[in-house]
């Protein structure tokens, strides 16, 4: 049973690119959110889909935005990228909203110079 | 506002016992997780807590007071493999997903 993937592993982009980042869910698993996590820092929720519709969003701009599609599958895109953007990006995933755990993902980490 | 603290680094020796406090102010409360992340890779579920007292499983266990905001996490027989940072995380409402993380405490477990 395969866990939660993302793609890419790493990646580095330039100041005022723009990101598309992967996820596959859990087999079983309907719900994705994702979590920025800042070196030293314990992640921060950016938004959940559900459904192909986001439910729920963090303190984040509108540059992040992102997608679920009926494979369950999620991508997250970041416009304009700062190098405030640099982290590791998880994707986790859960058998509906409400359920207590999440799985995630290894992450990927992004570097913008 | 959300505010959740817990110590940013501690030690200890292979086979003793070490106890990781969280504290936590929150808007609401649905639930209480403990993770683990050893570094440069994803944090894994540990424990959850939703009602007051101990859940104990295996060599970890998980404390909550909820009318003191408190929790802990408790390793027995710390191995060299425990050395990570373990990461507390508050649910305000009954959604998972949009779970609020401490800075996570660095583990440093030595022979």
């Known amino acids: 049973d395969a866990g939660v993937t993302q793609s890419p592993t790493h990646l580095i982009k330039t100041r005022g690119q723009q990101v598309t980042l992967r996820c596959s869910p859990k087999s079983g698993h309907d719900t994705v959110s994702w979590y920025q996590q800042a070196l030293g820092q314990g992640p921060q929720f950016i938004f959940q889909y559900y459904e192909e519709e986001e439910r729920q969003r963090g303190n984040f701009p509108d540059r992040f935005s992102g997608h679920q599609f009926p494979n369950y599958s999620s991508e997250l895109n970041v416009n304009a990228l700062l190098l405030g953007d640099s982290a590791l990006y998880l994707c986790a995933s859960s058998p509906g909203t409400t359920a207590y755990e999440q799985y995630f993902g290894p992450g990927t980490r992004l570097t913008v110079t | 506002g959300q505010n959740i603290d817990q110590p940013t680094e501690m030690t200890a020796t292979e086979g003793a016992i070490v106890q990781i406090n969280c504290t936590y102010q929150?808007?609401?409360?649905?639930?209480l997780f403990w993770y683990q992340q050893h570094a440069g890779e994803a944090p894994t579920f540990l424990s959850y807590n939703v009602l007051d007292g101990l859940e104990e499983k295996g060599r970890f266990s998980s404390f909550l007071s909820r009318s003191k905001g408190y929790s802990y996490l408790l390793l027995k027989e710390l191995q060299m493999k425990d050395s990570a940072s373990y990461l507390c995380?508050?649910?305000?409402?009954?959604?998972?997903?949009?779970?609020?993380f401490g800075d996570g405490t660095t583990l440093t477990v030595k022979p």
């Open positions: 995380a508050v649910r305000s409402n009954t959604n998972a997903g949009k779970s609020t």
């Open positions: 929150t808007s609401g409360f649905n639930g």
